[in-house]
C-alpha cells in the first residue's frame, strides 16, 4: 500500500519558538494532503487542506498564520506552528491521498509536539 | 452534536470472543473507511466500503455498509491481544474530499 512518513516523530521546544513538521509520500504523488490534530483519547480534527500549488484550505477555528501550510511539491506537505505555546501541545497526522476524488487517504505515523 | 457517532466507546472483550463496532451518520455516505489507531501512532486503514449493502473482509475482519449508506458495522471474529487499539471510522459527505471521523472505539482484549 501507499506508504507516508511524517519527520519528526516527537519533538520538544520552548514557548515562542517554531516548529516545522513535514508529510512525505513515498511512493506515489499526492496533489492533495491533510492536516490533523489529535488529543489525547479524542478523534481526529481536520485542521486543513493542503493543495500541492495553492493555498492550503483551513478548517473553521484553526489560524492560518498560527498553522502554517506548504505543499511545495506532490510528495511533501509541511506544517509550521509558529510562536508554539502549551496549549499547542499534541498529536499531529497528515495523510495523502492518491488523486481522484474518494480516494482512500493513507495516514502518517503522526508527530507528538510537546511545547514546554 | 457529531455528525458520524461511534458506539461503544470502549470495548474489553476476553480473547476469542467475537465484537461488533458501530458508526452511525445522519447522512448519506459517499464512501466509509475503516481505520486502526495504536495509541500515539498514525492511523493504519483498514476497509473502504462505497456500496450501499457492501461487505469486505480481510482476515478476522468483516465491515458491511448497509443498503441506506447511513451505517456501518465492524465486525471482529475470535478476537486476539494483537486487534488491541483504537478504530475509527471515517466518512466520505460526499461535499469534499474531506474526511469526517467518529469518535473512535478503544478496543482491549485480554487473554
Known amino acids: 500500500g501507499a506508504v507516508v512518513s511524517q519527520h519528526p516523530s516527537r519533538v520538544i521546544c520552548k514557548s515562542g519558538t517554531s516548529v516545522k513538521i513535514e508529510c512525505r509520500s513515498l511512493?506515489?504523488?499526492?496533489?492533495?494532503m491533510f492536516w490533523y490534530r489529535q488529543f489525547p483519547k479524542q478523534s481526529l480534527m481536520l485542521m486543513a487542506t493542503?493543495?500541492?500549488?495553492?493555498?492550503?484550505?483551513?478548517e473553521q477555528g484553526v489560524e492560518k498564520d498560527k498553522f502554517l501550510i506548504n505543499h511545495a511539491s506532490l510528495t511533501l506537505s509541511t506544517l509550521t506552528v509558529t510562536s508554539a505555546h502549551p496549549e499547542d501541545s499534541s498529536f499531529y497526522i497528515c495523510?495523502?491521498?492518491?488523486?481522484?476524488?474518494?480516494?482512500?487517504?493513507?495516514f502518517g505515523p503522526g508527530t507528538r509536539l510537546l511545547v514546554l | 452534536s457529531q455528525e458520524l457517532e461511534q458506539s461503544p466507546q470502549s470495548l474489553i472483550v476476553q480473547e476469542g470472543k467475537n465484537l461488533t463496532i458501530n458508526c452511525t451518520s445522519s447522512?448519506?455516505?459517499?464512501?466509509l473507511y475503516w481505520y486502526k489507531q495504536k495509541y500515539g501512532e498514525g492511523l493504519i486503514f483498514l476497509m473502504m466500503?462505497?456500496?450501499?449493502?457492501e461487505e469486505k473482509s480481510h482476515e478476522k475482519i468483516t465491515a458491511k455498509l448497509d443498503e441506506k449508506k447511513q451505517q456501518s458495522s465492524l465486525h471482529i471474529t475470535a478476537s486476539q491481544p494483537s486487534h488491541a487499539g483504537i478504530y475509527l471510522c471515517?466518512?466520505?459527505?460526499?461535499?469534499?474530499?474531506?474526511?469526517?471521523f467518529g469518535t473512535g472505539t478503544r478496543l482491549q482484549v485480554f487473554p
Open positions: 495523510s495523502a491521498g492518491t488523486g481522484g476524488p474518494r480516494e482512500t487517504q493513507y
Open positions: 447522512k448519506t455516505l459517499y464512501g
Open positions: 471515517g466518512a466520505d459527505m460526499g461535499n469534499t474530499d474531506k474526511l469526517i
Open positions: 511512493d506515489f504523488q499526492a496533489t492533495t
Open positions: 466500503l462505497q456500496k450501499g449493502g
Open positions: 493542503s493543495n500541492e500549488g495553492s493555498k492550503a484550505t483551513y
